[in-house]
C-alpha cells in the first residue's frame, strides 16, 4: 500500500469522525425535505469587551458596572474577568515594534483584575479615580458569556469635558463609523482603538468634512500593539478645524474595539458610541425631552446623494419638525442640521426614511442640555432594533430614564430589573404604540442598593423596536450621558445539524 493511499484512508477516517457527527442532514431522494431546518438560537460560549480608558482629569471619578444576564441553556461552567490593557506607542507604517512585545502580553495577562464579575443575574460594580485609569481587556466563558455586559460611567468635577460620561464596553470589530466628531478649536476628541489580540493590529482612520475626505498620511497604518490600547488626538491627523466631522475606522489586519471620546471646553462632554453600519433608513432612539439643542449630523460613504424624510417619534406618533422635514446629505460628506428643541419636552426619537431609492447612511446626534453655565453634551448614534435581548447595567432608582421606540408597528416588551440589594428580579410589560416613543417606568427591584441591570426583551410577533437608557448625575456634578441599547448578542444561530455517514459515500 503506497503513501499516498495510506493518507486517503488517513483523511478520510478524520473527516468520519468530524463530519459524521455534524453534517446537515441531506434531502432524501423523494424531494419531500427539500427545505434545510431552521437554525437554532443557542447562547453563546465567548464574549470579548473592550473598554477605552476612561479619563485623563485627575478630577475623574469611574465606576464599572459587570451583569450577565441569566440565559436558558447557557453552560454550567465558565470565568470573567477585566484586565489592563498596555499603553504602546503606535506605529503608522503598519509594522508593529516587536520590541518589548513578550513583555506586553505578559503585563496584560498578569495584570491585577480591576473587577471580578458576579455570577449571572447579579450586577457588580467596581471603582477608581484619577486619570491614570488604563483601558481594559475583558473576556467571558461559559455562562458568564451570554449577554454579558459592563459599563463605565465617569464623573469629571470640572475642566473640559466636565459632566458625566459613559459609554458600554465593546465587542472587537474591523469597521467603525463615527458622524458627529469635531477639530474645533473648543473641542478635544479622541478616537480609543484597544486591540485584545496576541498579534499586532493594523488601522486606518478617515476623516470626512463638509467638502469630503481630508488628506490625513498620519491616520494610515497605525499599529495597535497586542492587548494594547492608543488614544488617537483627531486634531493630529489634521490641520483642518472642522465642527462636524465623520471619522472612519477600517482594521486592516486583526480586530480591535473603538469608541471616540468627544469633549467640550464650554458643552461638557461624552463618548460617541460607533453608529449601526451604513443604511437606507435610521433611527436614533431616546433624545432627551428637556434637550435644549440637538444637532443630526450624517454621512454617506457612497457615490450617490441621499435625501432623506425626518421624523420624530413622539409619544403620540410621528411628526415632522417644522423646517427640517427633508435633509438632503450629498456623497462622500458630511452633513449637519441644528434640530433646536426639537423634543419640546416631551420623550423622542430621530426616524430617518428615504424620500425615494435608499441610499446607505450613518447619523448620530449631539445632545446639548442644563441650565446655562452647567451644560452638558451627549450623542445619540443611530443603532439597531432589538432582536433577542438588549441589558443595560449602571441602573439607579432616581437617575434613570428607558426609552423605547416602535417606529413601524406596534410592539410589546418584557422589562425585567436585577436583583439589588435583598429584593428579586422585578419584571413589567410594557406595549409601544406604532410611530410613538414612551420613556417607560422601569421596574426597580425591591430593596435596591446602588445599581441593578435592565434586560428588554421583545415579545414575539411585535413590530422592531429600538431602546436607549439615560443616566443623570445625581450628585454635585450636574451632567448626563445617553447608551443607545442594541442586542447583546448572547444568542447565536446555529444550523441545525444530524449524523448522515451518507455524505463520506459520495
Not at 408597528?409 to 413589567?428: D, F, H, L
Request: hydrophobic share 35%; charged share 20%; proline share 7%.
Amino acid at each position: 500500500m503506497n503513501r499516498t493511499t495510506l493518507s486517503l484512508i488517513a483523511g478520510t477516517t478524520a473527516l468520519a469522525a468530524v463530519t459524521g457527527f455534524a453534517a446537515l442532514t441531506a434531502p432524501d431522494a423523494s424531494g419531500t425535505d427539500t427545505a434545510g431546518k431552521a437554525a437554532a438560537q443557542l447562547p453563546v460560549e465567548r464574549t470579548s469587551l473592550l473598554c477605552p480608558a476612561p479619563s485623563t482629569s485627575d478630577l475623574a471619578e469611574t465606576t464599572y458596572t459587570s451583569f450577565t444576564p441569566v440565559t436558558k441553556g447557557a453552560e454550567s461552567g465558565g470565568k470573567a474577568e477585566l484586565r489592563p490593557a498596555v499603553t504602546g506607542s503606535s506605529g503608522a507604517d503598519g509594522e508593529g515594534d516587536g520590541a518589548g512585545k513578550d513583555e506586553d502580553r505578559s503585563t496584560a495577562r498578569s495584570g491585577k483584575s480591576v473587577l471580578k464579575p458576579a455570577e449571572p443575574g447579579k450586577p457588580v460594580t467596581g471603582e477608581t479615580s484619577g486619570g491614570e485609569a488604563p483601558a481594559l481587556v475583558g473576556t467571558a466563558e461559559g455562562r458568564y458569556a451570554p449577554g454579558w455586559t459592563v459599563q463605565e460611567t465617569t464623573e469629571v468635577a470640572a475642566g473640559t469635558g466636565r459632566g458625566l460620561q459613559g459609554v458600554n464596553c465593546t465587542a472587537p470589530d474591523t469597521e467603525f463609523w463615527f458622524p458627529g466628531t469635531s477639530t474645533a478649536a473648543d473641542r478635544t476628541d479622541y478616537v480609543h482603538l484597544t486591540n485584545p489580540d496576541d498579534s499586532a493590529a493594523v488601522v486606518d482612520i478617515e476623516l470626512y468634512g463638509k467638502d469630503g475626505a481630508l488628506k490625513s498620511e498620519v491616520g494610515e497604518g497605525i499599529t495597535v500593539k497586542p492587548h494594547a490600547s492608543e488614544p488617537i488626538l483627531l486634531s493630529t491627523l489634521t490641520e483642518a478645524e472642522q465642527t462636524n466631522l465623520t471619522v472612519h475606522v477600517s482594521v486592516r489586519s486583526g480586530r480591535v474595539g473603538a469608541a471616540v471620546q468627544a469633549l467640550d471646553d464650554k458643552l461638557g462632554g461624552d463618548w460617541l458610541a460607533a453608529a449601526t453600519d451604513p443604511a437606507g433608513s435610521l433611527v436614533l432612539p431616546g433624545l432627551p425631552k428637556d434637550a435644549k439643542e440637538v444637532r443630526l449630523v450624517l454621512f454617506t460613504p457612497g457615490d450617490a446623494d441621499a435625501d432623506l424624510k425626518v421624523q420624530l417619534a413622539s409619544p403620540s406618533g410621528l411628526i415632522t419638525p417644522a423646517g427640517h422635514e427633508t435633509v438632503h446629505v450629498k456623497a462622500g460628506m458630511t452633513t449637519a442640521v441644528d434640530l433646536g428643541d426639537v423634543t419640546r419636552g416631551e420623550a423622542g426619537s430621530l426616524v430617518l426614511t428615504p424620500t425615494d431609492r435608499a441610499v446607505p447612511v450613518v447619523a448620530a446626534a449631539r445632545v446639548v442640555r442644563g441650565k446655562s453655565g452647567e451644560e452638558d453634551t451627549a450623542f445619540v448614534p443611530a443603532t439597531s432594533p432589538v432582536d433577542t435581548r438588549v441589558t443595560s447595567v449602571g441602573n439607579s432608582a432616581k437617575g434613570t430614564t428607558l426609552s423605547l421606540t416602535a417606529p413601524g408597528g406596534t410592539a410589546k416588551v418584557k422589562v425585567t430589573a436585577s436583583a439589588g440589594g435583598e429584593g428579586g428580579t422585578t419584571t413589567r410589560t410594557f406595549t409601544i404604540k406604532a410611530g410613538t416613543t414612551q420613556n417607560v417606568e422601569a421596574p426597580v427591584p425591591s430593596g435596591a442598593k446602588g445599581t441593578y441591570a435592565l434586560t428588554v426583551e421583545p415579545v414575539p410577533g411585535g413590530a422592531a423596536v429600538y431602546a436607549a437608557r439615560t443616566l443623570t448625575a445625581t450628585g454635585d456634578v450636574p451632567g448626563f450621558t445617553v447608551q443607545t441599547l442594541p442586542d447583546d448578542r448572547g444568542m447565536v444561530a446555529v444550523p441545525d445539524a444530524d449524523e448522515d455517514l451518507a455524505v463520506l459515500q459520495r
